[in-house]
Structures are given as C-alpha cells and as structure tokens.
C-alpha cells in the first residue's frame, strides 16, 4: 500500500502510517530499528531495494530523505515536504517512508526525521553515496548510534578514507570495511592452520581501492609487520600474500566467486569468495549495534592495548 502526500507535514505523515497499518491489518510491532536512509535521486531505487531486503532480517522502519535542489531563487526561499509512505508488501516486512524535502526544511531534514522514528529503538544512518565529511557531527547523523558510509561511492576513496580516519567517532563504519569480512575470516583460519609467525605481507588490488587500505592497515595492526600495496588490474582486492618461515600464505581471487588458499606444505583449495551485493552487507552492520573496534584499528592503522594483536 502506498500513500502519496504533498507539502505535508511529519504530524500527517505518522497519521498517515497509522491509517495505512491499519488498513492491511498490521501492527507496528516487530519493528527492531530504524533506518535512515540520506541519498539523492540517482541512488534512491537502489538504496532503498537493499534496504528492504535486509528488512526481512531486520524488521525496521526506513526513512529515506532526500534532499531536493532548486533551480531558480523562488524555489529555493519556498519550503516544502513531500513524502511517499509504503507498508505492507511495498516496504518489505516493515515500513519505508520517502521524505522530500525542499528549501529549508532540506537544511533541518533532523527536524523532520526525529518525530519518525521508532520510540525505544536504535537508530542507524547510511549515507549511499557522499556522505558529511564528519558524521557523527551531521544533525542526521547525530540521531544514530550506528553510522553507514561508503567509500565505493564516492570520487576520490583515499582522501575521503584520511576525512573519516581524522573524524572518527564510535559508532562509525564503512561498506568498505564491511566487504572484507570473509576476507578478514579466511586470512585468520588459514593462520590459524599455518600456525607460524607473519614476517612480511602483502595486498594486491586495483588502484585506490578503500578496502585494499583498511585490509593493509588492519594487517599491519595486528600482525605488527610492513604490508605492502601491489596494484594489479582488479577487480577489487585480488589477493593477499603473507610471508612465514616455512612459506607464503595466500589467498589469491583474480576475478569470480571463487579463491584458491595456499598453505606451506599443504595442497591448494577452492573457496568461495564472492562479492556480496549491497543488501547483504546492510543486513551484516545491522547485527551489531556497538562500536565497530576492528574498524576503527584499520581506519587508523594501529593496534589498541585493550585488544589482543593478533588476525
């Protein structure tokens, strides 16, 4: 069910929340969290389709806002909010609202967010494309306890990777960073099996990929050697080589779902390595809603003494 609502009003927009789950039958109970969702119109669809395939892990209520532009003077001294509210099968198994906002109500969109959001529940922020340059200071960002950015998304990746390593506030993580969870898994098991002292290492992946850095610098952290940056043709990170006594440990993905892990002294294996799509990786941040420690290691490139140094 959709309900379309034209200069209208945060008050008229939970009323009309209100009708519409009435109208199909469903409570408001479920709902874990909310998920705030700050994009522009190039990235709305798919934004919001990632969000609500999460949803089905996470029954949450989405606000989408998007801040919409004037073209001439007069549009931009009239203030305006309009909203698209879905519930039922059209938000997934919670409730989506698309929040329109022009003229100055775009510089206060908090003040319009805050009277949405579910009462007693989390909030989490993600920004699918450019994001503020400190998001914890953002006055939407400043509403969640989990912060969602990504650096994929944007046109310069390292400069904007130095911007959230200088404003880093717990709370804060990156897409990025969540890529490389079953990298950052694999590389531990096969340490584990190796079992021997890391001496040198090395990642291989295109040019200024994010999470090429974050991989570097969390290895560096943890295993406290010098990893070196080998830029290859991609697709993002193709392999990681770390260096030991008895030989190179490697997992090596030139290209497909597919990775082939060498031991010292042990046959090669396949392993599945894909990339996960964008609603997976939500659904992954969405588990956790604490300070990503690990994340805030690679962002600086150091280790913490509260946590132990190893992979």
Do not use: F
């Not at 998007?66 to 073209?71: D, E, L, S, W």
Request: hydrophobic share 45%; glycine share 6%.
């Amino acid at each position: 069910m959709k309900i379309d609502l034209t200069d209208t009003t945060a008050s008229k927009v939970n009323k009309a929340l209100v009708r519409g789950r009435r109208a199909i039958g469903t409570p408001a109970v479920g709902m874990v969290l909310t998920m705030v969702i700050v994009t522009d119109e190039e990235n709305a669809y798919d934004s919001i389709k990632a969000a609500e395939e999460a949803s089905h892990e996470h029954p949450s209520r989405t606000l989408v806002v998007i801040k919409r532009h004037a073209r001439t003077p007069r549009e931009r001294t009239h203030s305006r909010l309009d909203a698209e509210v879905r519930v039922g099968s059209e938000a997934g198994t919670g409730e989506t609202v698309v929040l329109r906002t022009y003229g100055e109500v775009s510089e206060h969109a908090d003040s319009v967010v805050l009277p949405l959001l579910l009462p007693d529940a989390p909030v989490v922020v993600w920004w699918p494309g450019d994001a503020p340059a400190n998001p914890a200071k953002d006055p939407l960002g400043a509403l969640g306890q989990r912060r969602i950015t990504d650096l994929y998304a944007v046109e310069n990746p390292m400069e904007v990777l130095e911007a959230h390593r200088r404003a880093y506030a717990p709370g804060d993580t990156d897409l990025a960073w969540t890529r490389l969870t079953l990298w950052r898994s694999m590389l531990a098991a096969a340490l584990d099996q190796a079992r021997a002292t890391v001496t040198s290492a090395a990642v291989e992946a295109e040019a200024d990929n994010p999470a090429a850095e974050l991989l570097a610098r969390w290895l560096e952290a943890r295993l406290r050697v010098t990893v070196d940056r080998v830029v290859t043709a991609g697709p993002v990170v193709t392999a990681v080589r770390l260096g030991t006594a008895d030989g190179e440990v490697v997992i090596d993905r030139p290209e497909g779902p597919l990775a082939t892990l060498t031991l010292p002294g042990q046959p090669s294996r396949r392993l599945a390595l894909k990339v996960r799509p964008t609603s997976e990786l939500i659904a992954e941040e969405l588990r956790r809603l604490d300070a990503d420690e690990m994340y805030a290691i690679a962002l600086r490139g150091e280790a913490t003494k509260e946590i132990p140094a190893h992979v």
